[in-house]
């Protein structure tokens, strides 16, 4: 757990956008995804949660901006861009779920 807290911190000082994934960043991502979908183990008790794509943090970002490689939310097809999905409907994802950060925080505590 301090590992990965150590990454997200470190992550917060790395906003460029670069072309190509650090070695810390694939390991980062590669066990974000093998998580399963935050959204589905949190609120609907799956424990085999569906297959993750990841979604990069919209919170505090401009339009058109993206953020950086640690700053991601494992999330199945349907919360991220299906019918209850961030994409979909932002505004009512939040409503729902929650604060991206704070899905985060979950995240990072239950690794």
């Given at each position: 757990m301090l590992q990965y807290l150590k990454l997200f911190l470190k992550s917060l000082k790395i906003m460029a956008k670069k072309?190509?994934?650090?070695?810390?960043?694939?390991?980062?991502?590669?066990?974000?995804?093998?998580?399963?979908?935050c959204i589905c183990k949190r609120y609907y008790d799956e424990i085999d949660a569906p297959p993750a794509n990841l979604h990069h943090i919209r919170e505090g970002m401009g339009m058109g901006q993206k953020n950086n490689h640690f700053m991601v939310l494992p999330l199945c097809h349907h919360h991220h861009q299906g019918k209850d999905g961030f994409h979909t409907s932002p505004k009512k994802w939040?409503?729902?779920y929650g604060k991206e950060s704070k899905m985060l925080e979950w995240v990072l505590e239950s690794l």
């Open positions: 072309k190509n994934k650090t070695k810390d960043e694939k390991q980062w991502l590669n066990k974000m995804s093998e998580f399963g979908c939040v409503e729902a």
